[in-house]
């Protein structure tokens, strides 16, 4: 596996498989949510709106 990407609700409920993950090795981000505070996941902003093809939502 080369890493996990979540779009969590609830980070803080989201916390303890994050830091399970990351203690495992595995690189965890985030997405569209900002992490808990103290989290070992990244924050990202990628776009979650592209459509098929590579164009995003206008």
């Known amino acids: 596996m080369n890493g996990i990407a ?3 609700i609830t980070p803080e ?3 303890p498989a994050i830091r399970r993950a990351a203690e495992a090795g595995i690189p965890v981000v985030t997405i569209d949510t900002p992490p808990a505070e103290g ?3 990244r924050p990202t902003s990628a776009p979650t709106t592209w459509r ?3 164009s995003p939502r206008r």
């Open 6 to 8: 979540v779009a969590p």
């Open 13 to 15: 409920v989201l916390e």
């Open 39 to 41: 989290s070992r996941a």
């Open 52 to 54: 098929r093809g590579g």
